[in-house]
């Protein structure tokens, strides 16, 4: 098992450039800087001391840089989990103005940081966002290794792997729900949070969310918009370009963020690659491709669903409808009915399968490819 991993994520900054970098919980981002930024001053906000001297008297922030030597001020200043004392971005900020330091300030949560007043550098800082590995960053990727465990690097290929996922999502729910008060009632919360397990990678229906969890649609709405703000799910909204067909237009699917942390939620072990839990892990797994790939290519590509009311489906369309992406363990001739007929409303550049075969081929203007292929293809920004 890799011991370290060469990540895809590029974090090249001029010099006087600040830089925001956000990502789940144990993505890797503190190991990455620590490696990338290894001559910098580096301060860890999940210290208590330190989180809470900064959150009572931020200008210590100032003080202490000036007692330090010019060649360090050189480098960029590294601040860890940053939206734990959210108001020393003033000092931040004043900082970069007046002595024209440079930071990479580092966070697994936006939430507090939309609170009016907090400040966010006014444009003066790049935004990145690490995610879990990927497979082009795993030597001798294991897919079904990589679909029950996930991705993240201190659980992929770990013998314990499920005790790992539940230390995570016990502790996630502690830290960063319950002790930073995001949420009133924790028992409202776990009931949403283990209903979410129903809709995972379905599109939500909130009415009935909130009946499952005793709350109003308007509470559920707000926890997705929590989970979204942590980092830790996504909405993947319809596509909504005109067609003769009608349509899904509103409703979004949720995804978490990892395969095996969704696994490990909805209480399922894949152990072959004929099952429908197969499938629906597969299609998590080209997503979170998809999601990474966007955002260390930078291209600002949209990732949709394109659902009809009579149910032909295409699990990811790409851009404006350039790429049509179906995802299957197996390929039958019936499950190219979707984005068949995707292709006779929208006639996207390329429409593609995406197959645990080992196998290429096409089918009128179809291609079936094998997942490597794909992930390769969309690595190199090819794709789109």
């Known amino acids: 098992m890799q011991k370290y991993y060469d990540r895809k994520l590029d974090l090249q900054l001029p010099a006087k450039q600040s830089a925001f970098l956000w990502g789940p919980r144990q993505c890797g981002k503190s190991t990455y800087l620590r490696r990338k930024f290894n001559q910098s001053i580096y301060i860890d906000l999940l210290d208590f001391d330190q989180r809470d001297r900064f959150s009572v008297r931020p200008t210590a922030l100032g003080e202490i840089l000036q007692a330090r030597p010019l060649e360090k001020l050189g480098h960029p200043v590294v601040i860890d989990e940053v939206q734990n004392a959210p108001n020393l971005l003033d000092e931040v900020h004043r900082l970069i103005e007046n002595k024209h330091y440079s930071f990479v300030l580092c966070g697994s949560s936006a939430r507090k940081l939309k609170i009016p007043g907090i400040n966010l550098l006014g444009g003066r800082a790049w935004r990145f966002h690490m995610y879990p590995l990927t497979i082009g960053e795993i030597k001798e990727f294991d897919l079904l290794t990589g679909l029950n465990c996930g991705l993240l690097p201190a659980v992929y290929g770990r013998q314990n792997f499920r005790r790992n996922l539940d230390a995570y999502v016990n502790n996630y729910l502690e830290t960063e729900i319950y002790n930073e008060a995001y949420i009133r009632n924790a028992q409202s919360f776990s009931r949403f949070f283990k209903s979410m397990r129903f809709f995972h990678g ?160 096409r089918i009128g203007s179809v291609d079936i490819m094998p997942y490597r292929e794909f992930v390769s293809l969309l690595n190199d920004g090819t794709l789109i």
């Open 202 to 361: 379905e599109i939500l229906n909130y009415s009935s969310i909130s009946r499952d969890c005793g709350v109003s649609n308007h509470t559920v709405r707000t926890y997705v918009e929590i989970l979204e703000d942590t980092l830790v799910g996504y909405l993947v909204f319809p596509f909504r370009k005109p067609s003769k067909r009608r349509t899904i237009s509103s409703k979004p699917k949720f995804y978490l963020f990892d395969v095996g942390l969704a696994n490990f939620v909805c209480g399922r072990t894949l152990d072959h690659l004929s099952t429908t839990e197969f499938g629906k892990s597969f299609e998590h797994l080209i997503l979170t491709e998809l999601w990474a790939a966007r955002s260390y290519l930078e291209k600002d590509f949209d990732i949709a669903f394109w659902r009809t009311s009579s149910g032909l489906e295409v699990d990811f369309v790409l851009g404006d409808g350039q790429v049509a992406v179906e995802v299957k363990s197996r390929v039958r001739s019936r499950d190219l009915r979707g984005i068949k007929a995707f292709i006779e409303e929208h006639n996207p550049k390329s429409a593609i399968v995406v197959t645990a075969e080992d196998d290429r081929r």
